[in-house]
């Protein structure tokens, strides 16, 4: 079982209960998995639905930073994910490299 850090989970718990923009397309098998440095090999992953709640508008990708904590070198891949300019952008500003694969 992947086990999210205990602020992120929480921080997905809140967003399950708010109202989404839907700016964030995923298919069933979308994934997100963040690297918190170049020694990570398993990351945090999140799956189509968490992932849709924690891309879905910059400020959700803020409270996301906000509960990773430290991501000095942390990476972010998406996969099968499209998100918008304004949050891909955001995402570059926050994470070291972003892949979108």
Do not use: H
């Not at 708010?18 to 992953?45: F, H, M, N, Q």
């Amino acid at each position: 079982m992947d086990m999210k850090p205990t602020a992120v989970q929480q921080l997905l718990d809140e967003l399950k209960t708010e109202a989404l923009a839907r700016t964030a397309d995923v298919l069933p098998d979308s994934k997100t998995v963040i690297y918190s440095d170049a020694s990570d090999k398993r990351g945090v992953s999140f799956n189509a639905e968490e992932s849709r709640l924690i891309l879905d508008s910059i400020e959700r990708v803020d409270r996301l930073m906000d509960a990773l904590g430290e991501t000095d070198g942390a990476s972010i891949c998406l996969f099968d994910i499209a998100v918008t300019d304004e949050v891909r952008d955001a995402l570059e500003r926050r994470f070291t490299a972003v892949d979108e694969g």
